[in-house]
């Protein structure tokens, strides 16, 4: 079981790099790699890997390359939009301070930790659902200590980055910075350990997902 | 990727940046402009539309090769980045969604903490090592799968294996891959 979540996670900060997750999940492992500088080394890794992938692939001829030539000299450089991802695996940024969102994650979500409009759902369980972004089911989370999430509603693939406090299942402890993934045949019912409150956000593959979209599903990362 | 062409390139690029040399941009344009347009085409864009994304790739090379720091990344590295996230903006536009904003405080040189510092040369060095572990059929699909980011079922229609076989290959031929570099650890550079 460990081994196929360690595969699992491998797949998804491949996806990353490739950049085929959906924009959830994407901001998910972004923010992931905010809050753990260790997992940059191997993301740096498969990015160097992909920028040799690039120069295997046979060239496609470029049907006016004068033409494109002239365009590109006339240019003004006003119009280009750069992002620090450009530059480098995480962003340049402060790491975020204890109790704060990873920057990442504030921009997608639009609040930081101290702001997010919780909605309770149960006794301490709270939930902040954003609905449907690109094909998934987007929230953040709120447990109390020693809470217990009840069984999902959810079908499909689930993954969730912790950050704050600690949650355990059936595959193992997840503490600030670690991704869970589960699925419907994973016994995940995640527990909050006991010495405070475990915050997180979650990404799951909605049950219908728009058609046409080449994005693929985050449960073909469990392939 | 040798370090030869890396180190061909590197200086090319420099001479876009300081002397914005049309010659030096030429060469640069005739190897990466059609393996750009030949990567987005993998992933099923139109030619149209990969060409022009292509072009804008180029485009940022032509204004911003002074931004690329061959000590961070390999050109095709760099470049690989910027055509990635140019493809994920383009999606989003598609969808009428804005959510990330430009980040106003671009800072390219900001610091990275010191551990992370790996002079490029001996990351690629590192990476070429690791990826020379697989037979070519196996480094074919992780390239496929991770890479270009085609899914399994993409994968066992373009190669005729079965879905099953694609699966576990590709898990398998990762690992490998991931076991590879672990196993030869990075050795950090003084910066």
Known sequence: ?223 | MTVELNERFARLARAVAVERDKSAFAQLFDYFAPRIKSYLLRLNMQPQEAEELAQEVMIVLWHKAGLFDPAKSSLATWLFRVARNRRIDALRRDRGKDLDAEDPSLLPSAPEAPDLVMDAQQRDERVRRAMSVLPAEQLELVRLAFFIGLSHSQIAEETGLPLGTVKSRIRLAFGRLKKALEDDPRIDTDD
């Open chain 1, 1 to 223: 079981m460990v081994r196929e979540h360690i595969d699992t996670i491998d797949s998804l900060m491949a996806r990353y790099v490739a950049g085929t997750l959906p924009l959830p999940a994407h901001v998910l492992v972004q923010s992931h790699l905010e809050l753990r500088e260790g997992a940059r080394t191997f993301v740096s890794d498969l990015e160097a890997m992909a920028g040799d992938t690039l120069e295997s692939l046979a060239p496609a001829p470029i049907a006016a390359r004068d033409d494109l030539l002239d365009r590109i000299f006339q240019s003004k450089p006003d119009s280009i939009r750069l992002t620090p991802m450009d530059f480098r695996t995480d962003m340049p940024r402060t790491a975020p301070s204890e109790g704060s969102m990873p920057l990442a994650l504030r921009d997608f979500v639009g609040f930081d930790i101290a702001d997010v409009p919780w909605r309770t759902k149960m006794p301490g369980f709270k939930e902040y659902d954003m609905g449907e972004i690109d094909g998934c089911h987007v929230s953040m989370f709120w447990l109390r200590p020693g809470r217990a999430v009840p069984a999902h509603t959810h079908h499909g693939c689930e993954i969730s980055l912790v950050l704050k406090g600690a949650f355990s299942d059936g595959m193992g402890r997840y503490g600030p910075g670690d991704i869970s993934v589960a699925d419907d045949d994973i016994d995940h019912r995640p527990v909050a350990e006991s010495h405070g409150p475990c915050i997180g956000f979650a990404v799951t593959d909605a049950p219908l997902r728009l058609t046409g979209s080449f994005r693929q599903l985050i449960g073909d990362l469990i392939g």
